[in-house]
């Protein structure tokens, strides 16, 4: 079972590009990566998800090198409304799964 | 459309009380049902899950339990509570277990113990 692993905090500005990186070093071959954003008080928010390569959708792309040994949640030009915590999930089948400590980002005015 | 209900909201209980959260699912049949822990500032830590009914799945030995006793609903319990019961507890549900179908996660329930 690969441990997750994220920065705890990263802050950045509006209208910046933010990434955030998860280590995944024992990701397993059907291992898949999902990322989730969590506001206080509410439960966590599917963000994106992929096995390899680079995903992207309306919010934000996600980049897994080819050893998948890590994985970079891409936000693109952030505001206030997307300071919030961001799970990075490495999971398999079976319920399988490892959730990251979470970053919390911070977006400054 | 799917909906996932979580109650009560908050809670406060004291220390050695019984403790019952609710869970229940809209719109689907034969979810995989989860509960979560979030401590305060800290990660999701994944409880219990279940595939279907009366099939429970434990992850980490504690004082809680969990039971499904309908297709849609999940209950979280236990009989003394602690003060490191104290909490965030969410639910999710997700129509097939695997690392390729996301979680929907429920609003959740503040559980303080004093």
Known sequence: LAKTTQPISMDSYEGQEVNITCSHNNIATNDYITWYQQFPSQGPRFIIQGYKTKVTNEVASLFIPADRKSSTLSLPRVSLSDTAVYYCLVEGSNNDMRFGAGTRLTVKP | SQTIHQWPATLVQPVGSPLSLECTV???????????????????????????????????????SASRPQDRQFILSSKKLLLSDSGFYLCAWRPLAGGDHEQFFGPGTRLTVL
């Open chain 2, 26 to 64: 809209e719109g689907t049949s034969n979810p995989n049902l989860y509960w979560y822990r979030q401590a305060a500032g800290r990660g999701l830590q994944l409880l219990f899950y279940s595939v279907g009914i009366g099939q429970i799945s434990s992850e980490v030995p504690q004082n809680l």
